[in-house]
Nanobody, 128 residues
Framework: QVQLVESGGGLVQVGGSLRLSCAYSGRTFDNYAMGWFRQVPGKEREFVAFSRSSGGEAYYRDSVKNRFTISRDVAKNTLYLQMSGLKSEDTAVYYC?????????????????????WGQGTQVTVSS
């Protein structure tokens, strides 16, 4: 059984930093994309960042570029999202996700339907 468990969320002031972690078990994702999404009440879940594979390309939504960094520690089976320069609009529940599919070329895993495995989410609240 594949499990993804997020942690590290919390309350932070504008301009602050947080590091989210996603510990996964039941399979490895070394050669598969993993991503972060976020959702606020009443809105659709949106893409934040993905890592194509361990050590592979990272891709971000425009609003978090140069502020967020996605990374993995394969020895710990953990995906991270380092967030800095946080803004109030970053407030959301953050979800990590993993896929069991590999698309050829430079496919961008930015859609919810690209992922089959999801965590339960962790709340990030940025206060001004």
């Amino acid at each position: 059984q594949v499990q993804l468990v997020e942690s590290g969320g919390g309350l932070v002031q504008v301009g602050g930093s947080l590091r989210l972690s996603c510990a996964y078990s039941g399979r490895t994702f070394d050669n598969y994309a993993m991503g972060w999404f976020r959702q606020v009440p009443g809105k659709e879940r949106e893409f934040v960042a993905f890592s194509r594979s361990s050590g592979g390309e990272a891709y971000y939504r425009d609003s978090v570029k140069n502020r967020f960094t996605i990374s993995r520690d394969v020895a710990k089976n953990t995906l991270y999202l380092q967030m800095s320069g946080l803004k109030s609009e970053d407030t959301a529940v953050y979800y990590c996700a993993g896929t069991r599919r590999i698309w050829a070329g430079n496919y961008r895993y930015t859609r919810i339907s690209d992922y089959q495995y999801w965590g339960q989410g962790t709340q990030v609240t940025v206060s001004s």
